[in-house]
Structure formats: structure tokens, C-alpha cells
């Protein structure tokens, strides 16, 4: 892979180290937005089928499901995986010791799941979610018995395995849930779908990772971890209240209905900013992690990791807010009108995404750096705002205020964490703010370019017409990146060679 800048052979070991890490995290994460994106073409597949053979009620049914299930796993999650991660080495005593509690962790879970699932169904006035929400519940069983030995593939950026991993579970998913969906055209579709998908996945784990777990616990070792997994959790209960605060409101108050409209608008809306910031969690992370007592170097990684944050993530988010229109147009056709608001919806959470994107920098980062407490307290500061925010908006502008409310809280606190960050590292704010005005300036011009062959050129919304303006997009910012590069000297073309010829050595 090309070197991001050329160096004589006497750079200093530090550098070079540091930029084999980077390199090493460029290719990890290649593999990362390889599985993302092949995984995330084949949920929008599959999204699109489904939504033409169900209605918005099913898929609110499996949102409401979907809820319950992330509130069980969120609060009772340890984070003691993360803390494996964050750790430089661990032993096999530190792995079997956080299987064993993940499977004692998935038994109880699930028994209390099966309980709770009628207290569930009545808070969100669906008594037909009751059981739908106890046989999704075997998928936490799933989980809790998949091979731990796989954190290995994260902790040493070896995500051509993860690729395999991720990839298997999602097709398996894809394909049952649309062959279910074509026969029975219920919400049992996407139920047995998820099931099926998780179970291959848990077997897949086995096949592709030689680590065999034992049932066995080591109090002293979980000890060792669990100073650094409780800030994981606490930060981990406030990101599913602020995440899916939005979803729970829009259940209880306006409808399970809407629910369906809201959830599908969010995942469409935000498949590639959300796998952008999955990416940056994945790779980041275990590479900051490594370097985590070197500020210098770790300055310079994050910065590198915010470019290529932002030179990704904003064309996505433009691309997404000008092409919505279209996109619902050419696939739900005649079904676009039992989908009401999507649109709307989609060309508001398309920055929510956006926002998260830029976050996930900082969150990396503050976790690499031993300090999950601020990006906890950052968070709190979020969910207190859309406290504020969420009912009045919603009163006054109803699933599209709640769509408003969140993107401003997210907009808000994903700066300040980033600058927050920025200080710790003892560095200067006009590097970010130069980061951030190349990408937006390219990504104006883009849209606009778009908006104007949309409105005053071809008139006729088809297929290829979409392939078209994808392909006129992508033209066209990669050219503005370029020339603005060469005026701004910002530095981002080269990682735009770097992620382009890491791309096509993958292929």
C-alpha cells in the first residue's frame, strides 16, 4: 500500500511505527468498510423487498421487540469485551473467565425476557408483540455462547475473518427472512430471519477462530477488567437511553405505526454514516489503544482517523439528503404511500448520522486513552438535552420534530466531544476546522451539481438514472477534494489515494 507521505529512511523510529500502525488500521479498516458495505447493500436489499411484502405495523412490531431486547443486553452489559480490547495482552484466563459469565450472563437474560415480554407488549399497547418478543429472546442464548476466541480478530486488526463472521450470519438472515416474507408475508419473516442469521454466525465462530473457550472463572482476573468495564457500562446504558429514546417515544406516544415509518427512515437514512462510525469504533480504538500512552503519536493518529472520518462521511450524508427522493421513488413505487413521512424523515437523520460519524472519533479515542468516563459524561449531557427538546417538538411537529431533536443533540454534543479531545491531546483547533471545511465545501458543491441535473436536465426517475447521478457524485467530489486539497494544502487527497489503492488491492 502507498505510503501516505514518502519520508527519507532516517525518520525517526517513532515515526515510523506510528505510521505502520496507521497503515495497518487503513487496512483493517478496509476489510471493516468491505464487510460494512456488503453487509449494509444487503440489509438495504433486503429492507426494500420487505418493505414492498409487509406493512409498517409488522416492522413496528419487530421495533418494539428490537427495543426490548437492546434495553436487556444494554443494562446488563459488563463491557467487559471492550476492556479485553483496551487491555495490551490478556490471558486465557481472561477469555474464559468472560465467556462463562456471558453464557450465565444470556441464561438469566433470557428467562427474564420471557417474563418481561408481556409488561413490554402492554407499555407499547401491542398485545401481539408478546410473542414475537419470547422467541426473538432465544437470539440472546445465541449470542452468549458465540466463541470469545473472535475478539482476537479485533484486538490484532485481522477483520478479513470478521468479514467472513459478519457476512456469513447477514446473507443467511437476508435469504430467510425474504423466502419467509414471499409465503407468509408476517412479521414471523423478520423474526425467524434474525434467528437464523445469529445462529449461523455462533457456528461460523467456531469454524473460523482455533480458540476453544472453557467454562471456567477467574474472580482476580474479571477483577482486573471490570475497572474498566463498569465506565463501559455506565456509558453504554446512557447510549441506549439517548439512542432509542427517540424510537421509545415514538412507539408509546404516537404509534406503533409510526414506529415502523420512523425506524425504517432511520436505518436507510443512516446505514453508511452508521457503518462509517462502526468502522472508526472497530479499527480506531484497538489502534489508539496501542499507542495510548504516547500523545504525540496519538495525536496524530486521531487527526488522521478524523480526516478520513470526515472525507467519507460528509459525501454520504450529502449524497443520501439529495437522492432520498429518488431512491423511495424508483423502489416502493406504488407502496411509497403506506410509507408517509419517510422521505422527510430520511433527509433530517441522514446529519443525525453524520454527527454520530464525527462522535465516534472522540469515543475511540477517550476509551484508547483510559478516559470512558468523559465520553459517559458527554453523553449524559446529550440524553439530558433531548429530554428538553424531544416533547415539545414532537407536540408541535410530531415524528419530524422528534427526527429534529434528535440531530440537534447530537449536532451539539458530537463537537463538543470532539474539541474535547482535541484539548486533552494539547493540540490546536485550527487543524480540525480546516479538517472539516474541505469535505463540507466538496460536498456542498456536489449537491448542488446533483439538485441542478435532478430539477433542470433529466426529468424521468429510473434506475439508471440513480446509477447516474451516484456515479456523477462521486466524480464530482473526488475532483473537488482534489483541486481544494491542492489550494488548501489540507493533506487529504493522500488518504483518499491511500483508501482508494487499499480498496483496490482488496478486489
Not at 15 to 38: D, H, M, N, P
Not at 40 to 64: A, S
Not at 184 to 206: E, F, M, P, Q, T
Not at 483 to 505: G, R
Amino acid at each position: 500500500m502507498t505510503d501516505i507521505v514518502n519520508n527519507s529512511n532516517n525518520e525517526p523510529e517513532s515515526s515510523k511505527t506510528e505510521k505502520g500502525l496507521y497503515q495497518k488500521s487503513i487496512k483493517g479498516g478496509i476489510w471493516v468498510f468491505i464487510t460494512r458495505a456488503l453487509g449494509r447493500i444487503l440489509e438495504i436489499v433486503r429492507l426494500i423487498v420487505l418493505m414492498r411484502l409487509l406493512t409498517k405495523h409488522d416492522f413496528g412490531l419487530m421495533g418494539v421487540t428490537l427495543l426490548m431486547l437492546g434495553l436487556m443486553e444494554t443494562f446488563t452489559e459488563p463491557g467487559l469485551k471492550l476492556a479485553l480490547i483496551q487491555r495490551k495482552t490478556f490471558s486465557k484466563e481472561h477469555l474464559d473467565s468472560v465467556w462463562t459469565l456471558g453464557i450465565i450472563r444470556s441464561i438469566i437474560l433470557f428467562l427474564i425476557f420471557f417474563v418481561a415480554a408481556s409488561y413490554g407488549a402492554a407499555f407499547f399497547n401491542v398485545p401481539d408483540a408478546k410473542n414475537i418478543i419470547r422467541v426473538y429472546g432465544l437470539i440472546i442464548l445465541i449470542r452468549g455462547f458465540t466463541n470469545i476466541g473472535i475478539i482476537n480478530f479485533i484486538k490484532d486488526l485481522q477483520f478479513n475473518k470478521q468479514c467472513i463472521y459478519q457476512l456469513s450470519g447477514g446473507l443467511v438472515d437476508a435469504s430467510v427472512a425474504i423466502s419467509l416474507a414471499l409465503i407468509y408475508k408476517n412479521v414471523w419473516a423478520l423474526v425467524i430471519g434474525g434467528l437464523s442469521g445469529a445462529l449461523v454466525r455462533c457456528v461460523v465462530s467456531y469454524i473460523i477462530h482455533p480458540y476453544r473457550p472453557s467454562l471456567r472463572l477467574h474472580w482476580h482476573k474479571t477483577k482486573q477488567l471490570w475497572g474498566f468495564g463498569k465506565w463501559i457500562l455506565s456509558s453504554s446504558v446512557i447510549a441506549f437511553v439517548l439512542n432509542k429514546l427517540d424510537s421509545i417515544f415514538t412507539g408509546k406516544f404516537i404509534g406503533v405505526g409510526a414506529l415502523g415509518v420512523y425506524e425504517i427512515a432511520f436505518r436507510l437514512s443512516n446505514i453508511p454514516a452508521k457503518e462509517t462510525e462502526r468502522i472508526i469504533i472497530k479499527v480506531a480504538f484497538p489502534a489508539y489503544a496501542k499507542i495510548q500512552n504516547d500523545l504525540s503519536r496519538l495525536k496524530e493518529a486521531f487527526y488522521k482517523i478524523l480526516n478520513l472520518t470526515l472525507l467519507i462521511s460528509f459525501p454520504i450524508a450529502g449524497g443520501i439528503f439529495i437522492l432520498a427522493n429518488n431512491f423511495a421513488t424508483i423502489f416502493l413505487a406504488e407502496k411509497l404511500e403506506e410509507w408517509p413521512m419517510l422521505v422527510p424523515i430520511m433527509q433530517i437523520l441522514v446529519f443525525c448520522g453524520l454527527f454520530r460519524a464525527i462522535g465516534a472519533t472522540a469515543r475511540g479515542a477517550f476509551q484508547a486513552m483510559g478516559k470512558p468516563k468523559i465520553a459517559t459524561k458527554i453523553m449524559a449531557g446529550q440524553l439530558v438535552l433531548l429530554l428538553i427538546l424531544i416533547y415539545p417538538m414532537a407536540k408541535s411537529n410530531g415524528i419530524i420534530g422528534i427526527a429534529l431533536a434528535v440531530t440537534i443533540e447530537e449536532f451539539v454534543f458530537n463537537i463538543i466531544g470532539t474539541f474535547k479531545v482535541i484539548k486533552l491531546l494539547n493540540a490546536d483547533y485550527k487543524t480540525p476546522i480546516k479538517l472539516f471545511a474541505l469535505p463540507l465545501l466538496a460536498t456542498s458543491i456536489m449537491v448542488l451539481a446533483i439538485h441542478l441535473l435532478n430539477s433542470y436536465v433529466i426529468n424521468n426517475i429510473n434506475i439508471m438514472y440513480l446509477i447516474f447521478l451516484i456515479i456523477t457524485g462521486v466524480i464530482i467530489y473526488l475532483t473537488m477534494i482534489f483541486v481544494l486539497d491542492k489550494i488548501f494544502k489540507n493533506k487529504s487527497w493522500p488518504l483518499i489515494e491511500t483508501l482508494l489503492a487499499s480498496i483496490k488491492n482488496k478486489i
